[in-house]
Each structure stands twice: as C-alpha cells, then as structure tokens.
C-alpha cells in the first residue's frame, strides 16, 4: 500500500512557476515509478510525466517538455514537479499517482493522490 499526499498547488500569473510535491507513505515507495497527471474541467485526466523507481529515466508529455521537470528523493519519500513558464492552459487540478512500470497509461497506476489545484492566470 502507498498513500500518497500533494501540495504546492495554487494561483500564479502566466509565465510564473510552482514546484508540486508529492510526499508518499510507506517503505516501498523506492520500488514504484511515479507519475502525475492533470485534469482540467470537463476534460479527462491526462499524462504529465512520469519518473522510474531510480529517478534515472523520465518522460514527458510533449506539451510540458522543456518547461516542466520531475524529479524524487527516495530518502524522503517525495516526488516533485518543477513547473517553469506556465501557461493558462497548464490550468488543472493535478495528480501523483504510483505504478509498477513507468508508463504514460493511467490504467496502469496503482495508488492516487486527491490532487492539488493549479490556476494559471492570463
């Protein structure tokens, strides 16, 4: 089982950064990949980046590449994302979540956080 809690989210203007974290119970921690998502309103969730269980490979939606960067420390348990030029289409409530195999495909997430709003002002 791994419980996993957000934060960082809120309200910055376009152009603005946020750094999430995504802070994560239990002693396996260290052996799962993670990921995090986002889903605006009326849209479905969809895939940020993920990061394997080393931190040694990642992988980002095209859309973020160059301005988002994820990251972890398994001696605290936490996963990041740093989010630089942010625009107001980056708008969402976003989501860590733990899988097995590093995978762009939520269906293969395991364990889900309750999210942390993100709003990116014009």
């Known amino acids: 089982q791994v419980h996993l809690v957000e934060s960082g989210g809120g309200l910055v203007q376009a152009g603005g950064s946020l750094r999430l974290s995504c802070a994560a119970s239990g002693r396996t921690f260290s052996s799962y990949a993670m990921g995090w998502f986002r889903q605006a309103p009326g849209k479905e969730r969809e895939f940020v980046a993920v990061i394997s269980w080393s931190g040694g490979s990642t992988f980002y939606e095209d859309s973020v590449k160059g301005r988002f960067t994820i990251s972890r420390d398994n001696a605290k348990n936490t996963v990041y994302l740093q989010m630089n030029s942010l625009k107001p289409e980056d708008t969402a409530v976003y989501y860590c979540?733990?899988?097995?195999?590093?995978?762009?495909?939520?269906?293969?997430?395991?364990?889900w956080g309750q999210g942390t709003q993100v709003t990116v002002s014009s």
């Open positions: 979540a733990a899988t097995t195999i590093a995978t762009m495909s939520r269906k293969e997430y395991d364990y």
